[in-house]
Nanobody, 125 residues
Framework: QGQLVESGGGSVQAGGSLTLSCRVS????????LGWFRQAPGKWREGVAG???????TYTDSVKGRFTLSKDNANNILHLVMNSLKPEDSAMYYC???????????????????WGQGTQVTVSS
């Protein structure tokens, strides 16, 4: 079984930046889509950004223009650069993987099979 290990969370003031990293092992990018999800207390887990086996990316509307997803293929690390952070971005952020399928870009959490342990992001106003 593979592993997804997140790092880079922390506390920041509104308007600040953070970069999350997910070290990926056992999920070759030729077969698996990778993504970031987040879950705030009392809320559903929502998809934030994802990348498929062709390298195509998708973002949820609330982060477009502020977050950037990239994959370091040499080191198998998925990065999420988060700029202009808002208090509503505060959540536990999870890295996830799923074998490629046509509906992946909808980023529906229960359709994704493999999860990291999460890293907390807190944005204060």
């Amino acid at each position: 079984q593979g592993q997804l290990v997140e790092s880079g969370g922390g506390s920041v003031q509104a308007g600040g930046s953070l970069t999350l990293s997910c070290r990926v092992s056992g999920y070759p990018d030729s077969e698996y889509c990778l993504g970031w999800f987040r879950q705030a207390p009392g809320k559903w887990r929502e998809g934030v950004a994802g990348i498929d086996i062709a390298g195509l990316t998708t973002y949820t509307d609330s982060v477009k223009g502020r977050f950037t997803l990239s994959k370091d293929n040499a080191n198998n690390i998925l990065h999420l650069v988060m700029n202009s952070l808002k208090p509503e971005d505060s959540a536990m952020y999870y890295c996830a993987a799923v074998q490629g399928f046509s509906g992946w870009s909808a980023m529906i959490a229960h359709e994704w099979d493999y999860w990291g342990q999460g890293t907390q992001v807190t944005v204060s106003s």
